[in-house]
């Protein structure tokens, strides 16, 4: 099994996208054309342009990215999975609490909730007091 190319940026990952396309010696306007994929697209991922945010949230970025490779026949040898694997490491080895410490603050939420409806129930049945007489006085009528 080959070891692949691990990259921790689109910098990176352009540059080597780019040398390979020269390698080949086709122009960027042909290849654009070939997998319908618009140039200036193309020229941002040479460039290193996208990031984190563009890559996860844009999945036709992701699909351009993979189409693009599997052209130059650069899958095989790159790992993009793990395009981010320094940052997620750096925020394992640090010492910054992921945890929400706001939890205690909201301890008693649903309870607060709860009292709040019966109290509107209780309001509205008052504010009914009359509707309910009626019902109440109907009932001794008809047993």
């Known amino acids: ?40 697209i193309l020229q941002n991922i040479e460039n290193g342009i996208f990031d984190k945010g563009h890559y996860e949230k844009n999945s036709y970025l992701k699909g351009f990215l993979k189409t693009y490779m599997k052209d130059l026949k650069v899958t095989g040898h790159c ?9 997620i490491i750096d925020i394992k080895s ?17 309870l607060v909730i709860l009292m709040s409806l019966v109290l509107l129930g209780l309001l509205f049945l008052l ?14 009528y008809l047993n």
């Open 1 to 40: 099994m080959e070891n692949k190319k691990i990259f921790y940026s689109f910098k990176e990952l352009g540059s080597y996208l780019k040398k390979k396309r020269r390698e080949s010696g086709e122009r960027l306007e042909s290849i654009s054309s070939k997998l319908l994929i618009k140039k200036n």
């Open 79 to 87: 790992d993009i999975e793990n395009l981010f694997l320094k940052n």
């Open 94 to 110: 640090s010492t910054v609490s992921l945890d929400n410490a706001r939890v205690d603050k909201n301890r008693f939420g649903s």
């Open 127 to 140: 504010w009914n007091k009359s509707t309910y007489q009626k019902l109440y006085q109907l009932e001794k």
